[in-house]
């Protein structure tokens, strides 16, 4: 194939190289900063850290650097084989159909290799990468899909949502009930450390006190583990319960209709409860796509009024400890 890109200009070619090169380092140097972290860690405390380290936050430590381990090789070698596309001039053409990439796309995630709607099939587990990439990963992490597809109906406005009480942290649970008289947000996601679900998270975090206006308490929902749970919340400065939808896995999430099977992981789905329990909106997001806030704003100022009260002071909003 000729060196032509999809069209794209050779100073655009060479721009997008220069940032595919500086996001590489960016990763290989925060694996080597941990590394560092821990060493330095062990010569400060030595056998003392050893002797009183709580054996619970060793294993949150295990379950986040896993986490971030699994992340960063992923998109190194996305990266990688970006760079790999500059060089035979395939670069801005998708792996898999050959389309062009629109260049919108390529300027926002320079490592893309997909089109916006092959990258959703992907992480919502339907497509499996071809086989000539990253064989080492899809190997053991990705299994086929199933020979029939099963399809769930998210709950509609109007249904009496389902009961949960799930862990918070390992001695914690949080009950949809304890909630009564206010409203609930319930936001489903596919997994803690991807970068969807952080930026969704992380914007859901600035407007909890535009939530609180309305009387409505975030709880966010994913099939990761309560360790995992508590590093992410750590990192990012969560401040609303992240919950563990892991053993029997995916029950609340089915419960609402929002469960993958092939994938293995809740929907990407949005609901809004009102203080009587019953579901006044419900949205079902695309795997690959930042929902927003606007439809919970606009189905939070639609509720009656009777169910929003007076707004609660921002240290009212609960959150993980």
């Not at 952080?198 to 006190?209: A, I, R, V």
Request: aromatic letters at 8%; glycine letters at 6%.
């Amino acid at each position: 194939m000729s060196k032509q890109h999809a069209g794209l200009s050779p100073q655009f070619i060479e721009q997008q190289r220069k940032r595919l090169l500086a996001l590489r380092r960016q990763l290989l140097g925060g694996e080597q900063h941990t590394l560092a972290t821990e060493r330095r860690f062990q010569q400060e405390h030595g056998d003392e850290a050893e002797e009183f380290e709580d054996k619970a936050q060793d294993m949150a430590q295990l379950e986040i650097d896993q986490a971030l381990h699994d992340v960063d090789d992923g998109r190194i070698a996305t990266i990688e084989r970006a760079l790999q596309k500059i060089e035979d001039g395939s670069y801005g053409l998708s792996d898999l159909s050959g389309e062009p990439i629109p260049r919108a796309r390529l300027e926002s995630t320079p490592e893309a290799i997909l089109t916006v709607q092959e990258e959703r099939s992907r992480e919502s587990g339907r497509w499996r990468w071809p086989d000539r990439l990253f064989a080492h990963i899809t190997a053991q992490s990705m299994p086929p899909p199933p020979s029939e597809p099963i399809t769930m109906s998210i709950l509609s406005a109007g249904t009496t949502a389902p009961e949960f009480s799930l862990h918070s942290t390992p001695d914690q649970s949080v009950a949809l009930k304890e909630f009564r008289g206010r409203n609930v947000i319930l936001a489903f996601y596919p997994a803690d450390w991807s970068p969807v679900c952080s930026d969704q998270l992380s914007l859901y975090n600035e407007l909890l006190e535009e939530f609180a206006r309305y009387n409505a308490q975030l709880l966010a929902i994913s099939v990761d583990g309560v360790w995992s749970h508590a590093a992410l919340a750590r990192e990012r400065k969560y401040h609303f319960p992240l919950l563990s939808d892991f053993e029997p896995k995916g029950q609340v999430a089915r419960a609402y209709g929002v469960y993958d099977e092939a994938a293995g992981v809740a929907q990407r789905a949005l609901f809004v409860i009102d203080g009587d329990g019953v579901i006044q909106w419900s949205y079902l997001s695309p795997m690959g796509v930042n929902p927003g806030a606007g439809g919970i704003v606009k189905a939070l100022e639609a509720l009656p009024s009777n169910n929003i009260q007076k707004a609660l002071p921002a240290d009212a909003v609960q959150e993980n400890p």
